[in-house]
């Protein structure tokens, strides 16, 4: 007769145990996955084209929308494809820096999605514009008598 009871009990425990353990949560919807999230230039020449590149993947199951992308100045240029990235497909943003000023660059700019786990996003692009070199200018011809 005990061992029934004490059978019963030890169920009724694992039982509850079992309930009590969290099942994963599976996400569905959009998701953005970038392939770099940071741009170095390094050290570039003044004038020099400033255009770098962001790729991204639709990790999700539905389709991704990017609704805005804004730069922290105004030396930034943003640009994307306006067109819903399904799932799997991938993506860019783009960014223009304007390489004639001279100096340091720490620049950011912000990703605004639909993406279920990162609906903003901040990119950063960093480097060194150093000034063109300067042309060595010709002597002035002599006159000659």
């Not at 039982?15 to 741009?39: C, D, M, W, Y």
């Not at 639909?114 to 002035?140: F, H, M, T, Y």
Request: net charge neutral; proline share 11%.
């Amino acid at each position: 007769m005990r061992h029934p009871i004490t059978l019963s009990l030890c169920l009724l425990m694992a039982s509850s145990l079992n309930a009590q353990v969290p099942k994963p949560a599976t996400t569905h919807g959009p998701l953005i996955t970038f392939e770099k999230t940071e741009h170095d230039y390094g050290t570039i020449e003044q004038g020099a084209d400033g255009a770098c590149e962001f790729p991204f993947t639709n990790t999700g199951d539905e389709p991704l929308i990017i609704s805005q992308f804004r730069t922290s100045c105004g030396c930034l240029v943003p640009s994307w494809d306006r067109d819903p990235v399904l799932p799997g497909k991938k993506g860019s943003v783009r960014l223009r820096y304007d390489t004639n000023r001279v100096g340091p660059i720490n620049k950011s700019a912000t990703v605004t999605s639909n993406s279920v786990d990162q609906p903003v996003l901040v990119l950063r692009i960093k480097g060194l514009v150093r000034p063109r070199p300067e042309e060595v200018a010709s002597p002035a011809p002599t006159p000659s008598h």
